[in-house]
């Protein structure tokens, strides 16, 4: 699991800023929402313009040089903070695996050019690179002299963590191999103008084609009803069917043409809940965009029932509420800065407390 995240010099980042996942506090309510220790649901508000879509791709920058995994083709677009371009973004990882400690740190140009790397683990110093000098534990890596002076100045600044998983066989459960497993299952996307996604996946999929192909029909149509009261009476499909189509009043109609933005919205999150099984930590940004307020409640519901770790970005402040998560789930990101609400007001948060009305009267300022 993410225990902590940090990232400095980021788009509008200039200053660093720290997520910390293992303040869980003692709340007896939705437990759910905590796993050993760390927590693991939870909503992000901010005002607009405050960094909370940016925060959430930094949080995948880890993917775009570990992973095959699909990528955002203008991800290194403003990657580095537009005041001080010259400066290197600096990245900071805490993972939990199985109480195992793996801290990951590295750095990269303004065009995303890996420059410096440290993994450390269990607060042992597993490799560092930097400013071409390059160390290694040669009791975890027996490593010569001239491959330790070729990882130094490598050209092509290849990862370190890279060439270790391609150049040494380890163990299933070796902590490079359960990093590689965590950063290969996370999945960040939204639904807005454009649809977009990193990680999980190595291709494009098409999801009438997906759900067809994989007879989910039925689960689909029963997915809608559940959540949303939609009740949509969808055609049979023929094996090589690469649209859905729904029956009005017993005439077919492509489902395309029929299908409201919030719905179209349900669609690619319906595809998507159908990949979280694979996913260990989920980032969906803005998920509610199109969500009639009830909806979203629901969706939330149901997405928290999941194993992984899972995050939400929202304006929708009814879902503030400890029906649906407690105070240190729910997130401020806002003046370079993201803090539970719990840490932002002397009051102690209660169950009974309504946390939506405590946040409009300016409790959290």
């Not at 649901?41 to 995994?69: C, R």
């Not at 750095?107 to 050019?113: D, L």
């Not at 066989?169 to 990093?179: F, G, I, R, T, V």
Request: overall charge negative; proline content about 2%; aromatic content about 16%.
């Amino acid at each position: 699991m993410l225990c902590k995240f940090a990232v400095t010099n980021y788009r509008g980042f200039e200053q660093r800023i720290e997520w910390d996942l293992t303040k869980a506090r003692d709340y007896a309510f939705n437990s759910f929402a905590i796993k050993n220790k760390i927590i693991k649901n939870g909503i992000i508000y901010g005002p607009n313009g405050s960094g909370k879509s940016n925060f959430g791709l930094a949080i995948f920058d880890i993917v775009n040089h570990l992973s095959q995994k699909w990528k955002k083709s203008d991800y290194y677009t403003n990657f580095a903070y537009a005041g001080n371009q010259k400066s290197t973004v600096d990245f900071e990882y805490e993972f939990n695996f199985n109480g195992l400690i793996l801290k990951y740190f590295y750095s990269k140009t303004s065009h995303g050019i890996l420059q410096k790397e440290k993994l450390v683990v269990d607060d042992r110093d597993i490799f560092e690179r930097n400013l071409g000098t390059f160390s290694i534990n040669n009791y975890d890596f027996p490593m010569d002299e001239k491959i330790q002076n070729n990882l130094a100045n490598n050209a092509n600044n290849v990862s370190i963590v890279s060439f270790l998983l391609t150049s040494y066989p380890l163990a299933e459960d070796s902590y490079l191999m359960q990093l590689q497993n965590f950063v290969n299952s996370m999945l960040w996307f939204r639904s807005l103008d454009v649809r977009e996604f990193i990680g999980l996946e190595t291709n494009l999929l098409f999801i009438d084609e997906y759900i067809i192909n994989n007879n989910l029909v039925e689960d689909f149509k029963d997915f809608l009803e559940e959540v949303s009261n939609q009740k949509f009476d969808f055609v049979k499909p023929n094996p090589n069917d690469k649209h859905l189509m729904c029956y009005i009043k017993g005439a077919p109609v492509p489902f395309d043409l029929i299908k409201s933005t919030g719905t179209n919205s349900l669609l690619l999150l319906y595809f998507w809940y159908k990949q979280m099984e694979k996913a260990q930590f989920v980032f969906i940004d803005e998920f509610d965009a199109f969500y009639h307020f009830k909806l979203s409640k629901n969706i939330c519901k149901k997405l928290f029932e999941l194993d992984c770790q899972l995050f939400l970005t929202s304006h929708n402040t009814l879902l503030l509420c400890n029906d649906l998560l407690r105070p240190d789930c729910n997130f401020l990101l806002d003046k370079n800065k993201i803090r539970a609400i719990h840490d932002c007001t002397e009051k102690e948060l209660r169950e009974g407390h309504n946390i939506e009305k405590l946040f409009r009267g300016g409790t959290f300022d």
